[in-house]
Antibody, heavy 122, light 106 residues
Framework: QVQLVQSGAEVKKPGASVKVSCKAS????????MHWVRQAPGQRLEWMGW????????KYSHKFQGRVTITRDTSASTVYMEVTSLRSEDTAVYYC???????????????WGQGTMVTVSS | DIQMTQSPSSLSASVGDRVTITCRAS??????LNWYQQKPGKAPKLLIS???NLQSGVPSRFSGSGSGTDFTLTVSSLQPEDFATYYC?????????FGPGTKVEI
């Protein structure tokens, strides 16, 4: 069955970086784009960016441009999301989510990872 | 950026009640509006895509409607497993944005 499995929880100090992985299984990895969405405690979901798993093209929310990098390893069917210069406001659960349809417009998140809690604290 | 609002922010209901949640976009988004259900400590689950398309496996008591800027999610007869937070999300233009959520409580 289709499954997205993310790496485990992380605790980081302000200014550090974190890299979260998302391993896909049960479907052809390169056909779908993978997005990242985060949710700070008690807050709404926030879209961060996406990668075309086939050609590696990425697009980021302007809010995270320059501080977030999404990459993929097709041989491992895994997508990675790195956030640099972490601050306390980055404390959140980070989700990978597969998009069905176009990532430019009209798509929707039909499969989600289980989430990775990232805590930023001194 | 397109701003999404939802009303109410929370509601109390009983099993068997009909519940309607409203979502409004700050600009027209055609029918590029999706609905998700999230339970505590869990990832969101897609219920409805493109305003009214019920996802496979989702009970038929859920329905969606609307286009342009105004959308609704209706649960025709609330069941115990439906108590959760519901989010709308637009995919008309990036950044894709979510509403603040509607918490449905007993």
């Amino acid at each position: 069955q289709v499954q997205l499995v993310q790496s485990g929880a992380e605790v980081k100090k302000p200014g550090a970086s974190v890299k979260v992985s998302c391993k896909a299984s049960g479907y052809t990895f390169t056909i779908y784009a993978m997005h990242w969405v985060r949710q700070a405690p008690g807050q709404r979901l926030e879209w961060m960016g996406w990668i075309n798993a086939g050609n590696g093209i990425t697009k980021y929310s302007h809010k995270f441009q320059g501080r977030v990098t999404i990459t993929r390893d097709t041989s491992a069917s895994t997508v990675y999301m790195e956030v640099t210069s972490l601050r306390s406001e980055d404390t959140a659960v980070y989700y990978c989510a597969r998009v069905n349809g176009s990532s430019w417009a009209g798509g929707f998140f039909d499969m989600w990872g289980q989430g990775t809690m990232v805590t930023v604290s001194s | 950026d397109i701003q999404m609002t939802q009303s109410p922010s929370s509601l109390s209901a009983s099993v068997g009640d009909r519940v309607t949640i409203t979502c409004r976009a700050s600009h027209t988004i055609s029918n590029y509006l999706n609905w998700y259900q999230q339970k505590p400590g869990k990832a969101p689950k897609l219920l409805i895509s493109t305003a009214s398309n019920l996802q496979s496996g989702v009970p038929s008591r859920f329905s969606g409607s609307g286009s342009g800027t105004d959308f609704t999610l209706t649960v025709s007869s609330l069941q115990p497993e439906d108590f959760a937070t519901y989010y709308c999300q637009q995919s008309y233009s990036t950044p894709w944005t979510f509403g603040p959520g509607t918490k449905v409580e007993i």
